[in-house]
């Protein structure tokens, strides 16, 4: 089945602990991206990768990095987090000639 | 600044009738664009979607129109049924897979 995954979809965690959301994919797609969903906001993006090794930064990529070493995952890594990165986040993924993103199921994070 | 606004949080329609659902966006360089649903837990799935060398695009119950000089696009659902009722976010990109989605549109239709 083509899907997006996202672990984990619930995390609490402290301000200042480091944490990594992972991101993968099944459909070999070239682009993937990372959002926030806040209310009243939308999705914002955090940053995409139009492939391996190559990664740019969306609209609100304060706080966040990410990697993209293989084609299939791009995982979100928090180094610092702060309460203002509470959010739900979600990753998504398409072909490049395509812009029809597959989004996986969110991750509800919580920073105290 | 939100270059993709869906100025109405919520829309209430009845079973059956239609549900009309509006984007603006600002950026002249958006050259193509979607509409996503998304249902509770879940992310949002793809719907329809429309270039901007057409002014409408048809898929059974859902149609899309866009009106460039007016940097508008709307979704027209009709019929609307109960199982249509979700979240309905617009969605633009540049030909570069950058993507813009408004802050969302909340359709309840109603048996």
């Known amino acids: 089945e083509a899907q997006v995954t996202q672990n984990p979809r619930y995390l609490i965690t402290v301000t200042g602990k480091k944490l990594t959301v992972t991101c993968s994919q099944n459909m070999n797609h070239e682009y993937m991206s990372w959002y926030r969903q806040d209310p009243g906001l939308g999705l914002r993006q955090i940053y995409y990768?139009?492939?391996?090794?190559?990664?740019d930064k969306g609209d609100v990529p304060e706080g966040y990095k990410v990697s993209r070493k293989e084609k299939r995952n791009f995982p979100l890594i928090l180094e610092s987090p702060s309460p203002n990165q509470t959010s739900l986040y979600f990753c998504?993924?398409?072909?490049?000639?395509?812009?029809?993103?597959?989004f996986g199921p969110g991750t509800r994070l919580t920073v105290l | 600044d939100q270059q993709v606004k869906q100025n109405s949080p919520s829309l209430s329609v009845q079973e059956g009738r239609i549900s009309i659902l509006n984007c603006d966006y600002t950026n002249s360089m958006f050259d193509y664009f979607l509409w996503y649903k998304k249902y509770p837990a879940e992310g949002p799935t793809f719907l329809i979607s429309i270039s901007s060398i057409k002014d409408k695009n048809e898929d059974g119950r859902f149609t899309v129109f866009l009106n460039k000089s007016a940097k508008h696009l709307s979704l027209h659902i009709v019929p609307s049924q109960p199982g249509d009722s979700a979240v309905y976010f617009c969605?633009?990109?540049?030909?570069?897979?950058?993507?813009?989605f408004g802050a969302g549109t909340r359709l309840t239709v109603k048996p």
């Open positions: 998504a993924s398409s072909t490049l000639i395509y812009n029809e993103q597959f």
């Open positions: 969605a633009a990109s540049a030909s570069n897979n950058d993507m813009r």
């Open positions: 990768s139009m492939n391996v090794e190559v990664t």
